[in-house]
Each structure stands twice: as structure tokens, then as C-alpha cells.
């Protein structure tokens, strides 16, 4: 028999950062003091870095700048990016990485020509401002067709790295930068149909190594906009690239591009986006992208012409200070099972129409509750009314998901618990509604 763990204490919540790393970028600006503007003579307190996300959304950091001239930025990280590191006027292109600790430092006066880089990364932003004046001094005057001139930007950049060590993940997204950067420039100068489905083939739209890149990223809209093109049919844009991206891309590249134009349905307020969810979340399998869509899943604005079902009732929570002992009180003297959940699980919705007759089946003592740890109330009334999810509905407050967390050591959905008539825990992990022997668990439950 499991342990027993009596209800009614509050506990603390522990939260960690899964997936992503801390980055911090430092240094000291030498002559800090001020800089000219149009707007004549200024201070500078601050610097700022900037880069754009997987979806392309701008992210920005500010770090202030002491008396002294030190300034760091500290945040986390998911997938190596190209930052901007803006002071004043001025801006240095930045390549960082998760878990990175890099050092800039530089005159205010003069930034370009004084950048030093050291710490993690040196070698690699050390490339941009070598390669610059490379092609400034070795290519601009040859006049070069596209094609060789990408040739010898590669040639150039396995030379360097030959001589200066670099991470993998940047020459991957260096290689990728200046092979798909050409790539982009080829299809906007193909003449024909013909001519561009050459460089789709030569330039290959499913390449897990290049995800991390932004002309990559560009290479494959490109890729999926001409599909879209040729066999949209006059069909709604963002359905359309779904079922395109599915069908056509593969790997890392089909998870990245099925992210992006998820998110774009999203914000369309598409009345089907539940169901897109529900397909995205079965193909994509990468925790950082997953977990950009499951929050704004939870946060967009969908409104659904189905109606909650009448033998099903709703209580928000979120904007009380109820406890769990609190929710649990009135079903005391019943078994009670707990069904946590959130609209964008799948297989918590296919479960739910399982648990929904244990009540009956067990002669009406057993109360089955679901509790949904949805961020917004809007999803979680959608996912009710759209998947007609009758029974009784919590969607719960900041104390009664720490207190969850900690005594059901429940971290994901789905999670089900059994409570007994007194109140106490029995089954901390219980089995889930489709599992045969959780039928006689509960009768065991029942028993004593």
C-alpha cells in the first residue's frame, strides 16, 4: 500500500530552467564619459543588447554602464544566435552561445576600430571583423559572380577556423550564413521555374545543421512561399503552409518552420488552431520550441462558437487565494481523483474521456476533478467547449500549483492523484484512466 501524506501545509516551489543556459556579456568601454548625437552632447548609461528569437521576435537586454565603464548583460539562452551590442550611436555584431561568458571591451570614441574580444567566443566574432577586411581588400575589386564570390567567402572561412578553433555550432551557422546567403541571392535573379528548382535542390531545405540560421530560415520561407505559390489553390495562407511545411520538410527544419508558421496561426485567431495544436505538438518534439507555442497557445485570444456542455462546470481560480486543502474540502468523505491536465495536451484530452464514467462505474464515490495548470482562461474554456469535456474544472492559482508541484511531484501533464475519504494521499502517481488496474486500485482505496 502507498505511503500516506496528510493534506494541509503549504509548500515551497522550486522552479529550474530546463533547457536554456545563462549567457553573460561584460567588458569595459574606455573613455566613458559621453558621445555626440544629433541632438548635441549626451550621456550614456546604458548598453543594449539585441537579437531576434526562432519566431523573430525582437528580444532586447539592457545593461548599465557604471561611472567606471563596466557594463554586463546576464540572461538565458536557448539556440546560438547573431546579437546586436548597441552603445550610443554604435553597433558590434555579437555571435553568442548557451552557457557563453564573453568579454568586450572597447573605446567610446572610436568602437570598431577598438573592439577586443576575449572569453568565450573570441575566435568566432573575431571572424566577422577579419572576414570583413578580407572581402574588402582580397574580393571587392574582382568583380566576382555570386557564385564564386560564396566560394571563396568559404574558402576563406575554413582557413580561418583551420587556424583559430571555433565551436561547432558556429561553423555550422557560419557555413549556413554564407551558403544559403548566396542561395537567396540565386532565387531572386532565376529567370525561370526551372532555374529555381535547381538551387532547391542543390540547396538542400531540410538541414538540421542550419536551423540555427537566419538565412536559412529565409531560404526555406522562400521555399514554402513558392509551393504555396504553385498549389495553394486560393486556400487561407497559414493552413496552407502547415500542411505544406508537414509535407515537404523533415527533421530539425520541419520542427523549427512548423513552429514559426504555428505561431502565425496563433495570432491569426484561426478558429481551427486547436486543432492544428493537437497535430504540432504530436510532430514536434524539441522542448525550447514547444514551449514558445504552448505559451502562447495558452495566451491567445481564440473564441470558439461551441458552447461549454451543460453537465460541466467551470471555476476559475486564478485571481483567489484558495489553497488545495481548500478545493479538496467539500468532496471529504469520497475517494477523489485527480486529473491534471492543460488544453494543449493531447493525450490529457484523450484521457479525460476515459476518466469521465469512473464516477458511475464505482457507484457514484468516487469524485473525479480536473485541474488545469493553463496560463489564461481563455484556451482553457476553449479546450473545454471545443473537445466537450463535461465534469468538474479548476483551473488553479499560483498556491495551488506550488503546493501541487511539491506534494504530487507532479512537474508535466498528464499527472493523476488519489485522495481517500479522509484526505490524505494514497497514490501520489496514479495510473492513468485507459489503465485497466486502476479500476481495482480505486476499490482498494475504497476499502479501508
Known amino acids: 500500500m502507498k505511503g500516506l501524506v496528510l493534506l494541509g501545509f503549504s509548500m515551497l516551489l522550486f522552479v529550474t530552467v530546463g533547457f536554456t543556459k545563462s549567457v553573460s556579456i561584460s567588458g569595459k568601454i574606455n573613455n566613458h564619459t559621453y558621445s555626440i548625437s544629433s541632438g548635441g552632447i549626451q550621456i550614456n548609461t546604458s548598453a543594449k543588447l539585441s537579437y531576434y528569437n526562432i519566431l523573430g521576435t525582437f528580444v532586447e537586454e539592457e545593461g548599465l554602464v557604471t561611472n567606471s565603464g563596466t557594463y554586463s548583460f546576464s540572461f538565458f539562452l536557448k539556440e546560438p544566435t547573431l546579437a546586436q551590442l548597441t552603445y550610443g550611436p554604435d553597433v558590434l555584431d555579437v555571435f553568442i552561445e548557451p552557457g557563453q561568458r564573453v568579454v568586450i571591451n572597447f573605446d567610446a570614441v572610436a568602437i570598431d576600430d577598438t573592439k577586443e574580444f576575449s572569453g ?4 568566432a566574432n573575431n571572424y566577422f571583423y577579419q572576414a570583413e577586411i578580407f572581402y574588402i581588400a582580397e574580393l571587392a575589386h574582382l568583380g566576382l559572380s555570386a557564385k564564386d564570390l560564396m566560394s571563396r567567402k568559404l574558402s576563406y572561412f575554413e582557413s580561418y577556423v583551420e587556424a583559430y578553433p571555433v565551436s561547432t555550432k ?9 551558403k544559403y546567403g548566396y542561395a537567396n541571392e540565386a532565387l531572386l535573379t532565376a529567370g525561370s521555374d526551372d532555374e529555381k528548382t535547381k538551387i532547391y535542390v542543390q540547396y538542400n531545405v531540410s538541414n538540421d545543421k542550419a536551423v540555427t540560421s537566419r538565412q536559412f530560415l529565409s531560404y526555406v520561407d522562400n521555399y514554402i512561399s513558392r509551393l504555396y505559390f504553385l498549389y495553394g489553390n486560393n486556400e487561407p495562407r497559414w493552413p496552407k503552409y502547415f500542411d505544406l ?9 520541419r520542427e523549427l518552420y512548423l513552429t514559426k508558421v504555428m505561431a502565425k496561426l496563433l495570432n491569426s485567431q484561426n478558429d481551427q488552431s486547436t486543432k492544428f495544436y493537437i497535430t504540432y505538438d504530436e510532430i514536434v518534439k524539441n522542448p525550447y520550441y514547444s514551449s514558445l507555442i504552448r505559451r502562447q497557445y495558452s495566451k491567445a485570444a481564440i473564441y470558439y462558437s461551441a458552447d461549454v456542455p451543460k453537465n460541466a462546470t467551470l471555476d476559475n481560480l486564478q485571481s483567489k487565494s484558495t489553497t488545495i486543502s481548500q478545493l479538496l474540502e467539500p468532496y471529504r468523505g469520497k475517494l477523489v481523483y485527480i486529473d491534471f491536465w492543460a488544453s494543449w495536451c493531447k493525450p490529457c484530452i484523450d484521457e479525460m474521456n476515459k476518466s469521465r464514467n469512473l464516477k458511475w462505474k464505482h457507484g457514484g464515490q468516487v469524485e473525479v476533478i480536473y485541474i488545469s495548470l493553463d496560463n489564461g482562461e481563455k484556451a482553457w474554456r476553449a479546450a473545454i467547449a471545443n473537445n466537450k469535456l463535461s465534469g468538474k474544472h479548476f483551473l488553479i492559482n499560483k498556491y495551488i500549483r506550488s503546493e501541487a508541484s511539491q506534494l504530487f511531484n507532479m512537474f508535466t501533464v498528464p499527472h493523476y492523484v488519489i485522495i481517500d475519504k479522509q484526505g490524505a494521499i494514497v497514490d501520489a502517481n496514479a495510473k492513468k484512466p485507459s489503465d485497466p488496474q486502476l479500476g481495482e486500485d480505486i476499490k482498494f482505496f475504497m476499502s479501508y
Open 170 to 178: 558556429f561553423k555550422n551557422w557560419a557555413r549556413s550564413e554564407i
Open 120 to 123: 568565450d567566443g573570441k575566435n
Open 245 to 253: 511545411t508537414i509535407t515537404n520538410l523533415t527533421g530539425k527544419s
